[in-house]
């Protein structure tokens, strides 16, 4: 059944840095015959009419200069939709298979079953699945023309975003919304509203969007360390630098470089979208 399953069926592959394989030159994903895969197992990702799709990883030498290999953040900004989310869904369950080898319950190491999407202990025959952590985003407004957006400790000087943190245990969403905000940036939020999630594969998180708000006379503190900056902004200036998008290194900038006066998250992130909502609405 596998076999038949396999033949015909495309391949989705990952390299050890869990970038995806893309077509030179093309903002699609480099489907691959399954039977690239070799003795590899291959995880199962779902049918389209009569074809199944499956991913697996590669070391990134293996394909050579057939591909191009790019990240999450950057790939998802290229892709459509459809093959955003067979990436981000593949980058998510490899990811959980490369940290799930042995069982939880006595330690014996585990065999992949279901296609890719459970563990089977042979020791004890626990079964595992894979995991989301859910974490709350939020955008912070004055209720009028004003967000408040923070800059983290490792971002380059002019790059700021919504604030995010991990649910912790006995926690409701809307606790942690205050937790959070109050942790990160000293301030109070009331008003709390549920607007979208978005998952997030590396490390294996669910991204609940809320937005609140809170008093831009109050003063901030930024007392866990995480973040460096944080101000508001007003809606003219959110919306220039939407309308550069100006794209973000991923790291500490120059020293001497030339920046903007604000750099948003890209528009794979939930975050990207929730801050252009708010800039545009009436």
Known sequence: MLTKLLDGGRLLVLDEHFRVALRPGESTIAWLDAAVAGSRFVSFLGYDGETAY?????DHEALGDE???EHLRVAGSLLDDEEAGLFATAAGLLAWQQRSRFCTNCGTRVD???GGWATQCSGCDTEEYPRTDPAV??????GADRVLLARGTHWPRSRFSTIAGFVET???LEACVRREIHEEVGVVVSDIRYLASQPWPLPRSLMLGFAAKADPAAELNFADGEIAEARWFHRDEVRAALEAATIWNFGPDPEDAVLPDLILSGRTSIAHHMIRAWAFSD
């Open 54 to 58: 499956w991913a697996c990883r590669l």
């Open 67 to 69: 591909v191009e290999w």
């Open 112 to 114: 992949l079953t279901k």
């Open 137 to 142: 985003i939020c955008l912070v407004h004055d």
């Open 170 to 172: 006995g926690e409701s």
